[in-house]
Nanobody
Framework: VQLVESGGASVQPGGSLRLSCEGS????????IGWFRQAPGKEREGVAC????????RYTAPVKGRFTISRDNAKKTGYLQMNDLKPEDTGVYYC???????????????????WGQGTQVTVSS
């Protein structure tokens, strides 16, 4: 199982980015995709999760209403559309996979086994 993130960049506040998470070595149909981020000096935090079943989508409070998680199972790729970016969204963004569902503690990374290498997002004026 391998996950590779892409799409990170430097943007101004209010801007948008779309991150991609391309998987290989497994069928994405059977896995949840989680997005996490880590800011300098801070612990990793959950951002969004998309379970294998339609409608199983979760967001954490800081991004709800601004970020949208989606997936294309045929392409084995997950996406994170980020709108209205704020400086506090700055960090390294990681995607990870978990079998089938977004668990009750998904935002802590619990249950996620495969992790990508991360992609840097910087929001600054």
């Amino acid at each position: 199982v391998q996950l590779v993130e892409s799409g990170g960049a430097s943007v101004q506040p209010g801007g948008s980015l779309r991150l991609s998470c391309e998987g290989s070595g497994f069928s994405l149909d059977d896995y949840a995709i989680g997005w996490f981020r880590q800011a300098p000096g801070k612990e990793r935090e959950g951002v969004a999760c998309s379970g294998s079943k339609e409608g199983d989508i979760r967001y954490t409070a800081p991004v709800k209403g601004r970020f949208t998680i989606s997936r294309d199972n045929a392409k084995k790729t997950g996406y994170l559309q980020m709108n209205d970016l704020k400086p506090e969204d700055t960090g390294v963004y990681y995607c990870a996979d978990d079998f089938l569902y977004c668990g009750s503690s998904w935002y802590q990374g619990t249950g996620f086994t495969g992790w990508g290498q991360g992609t840097q997002v910087t929001v600054s004026s």
